[in-house]
């Protein structure tokens, strides 16, 4: 065999053996996963709030988001934007809306410290 065709191989069994241990490291994290909540504050002055809501609503229901919990956050909102919360958090259930005063006992309930 040329020096070449030596080479060549031993290239690709060293990526074939890097590739199996990824295969087995990533599935032993993915296990080890913890979950990831996401905030969005929502103020009176945010005239996107409804399609920010339409494109993360398409995120959950694609599957694609790695969201594990949503928290509008009330950051002094209008009575129309928390009506929108509402009717988001009703139709998601991963979404929850919060006042800023309640967001220390829902972040503590989030990572089970309470």
């Not at 979950?35 to 996107?48: G, M």
Request: negative net charge.
């Amino acid at each position: 065999m040329e020096n070449a065709e030596i080479t060549a191989l031993a290239v690709v069994a060293f990526i074939a053996v890097l590739e199996i241990c990824c295969f087995f490291i990533c599935s032993r994290l993915r296990g080890k996963s913890y979950p990831l909540c996401t905030v969005l504050p929502i103020f009176a002055e945010d005239d996107e709030l409804e399609r920010r809501l339409e494109y993360i609503g398409t995120l959950i229901e694609d599957g694609s988001s790695c969201v594990e919990t949503l928290i509008l956050l009330d950051c002094g909102g209008s009575d129309g934007q928390i009506e929108l919360c509402r009717e988001f958090c009703s139709h998601f259930r991963s979404a929850e809306l919060l006042a800023q005063e309640d967001i220390e006992d829902a972040m503590r309930r989030f990572i089970h410290l309470s």
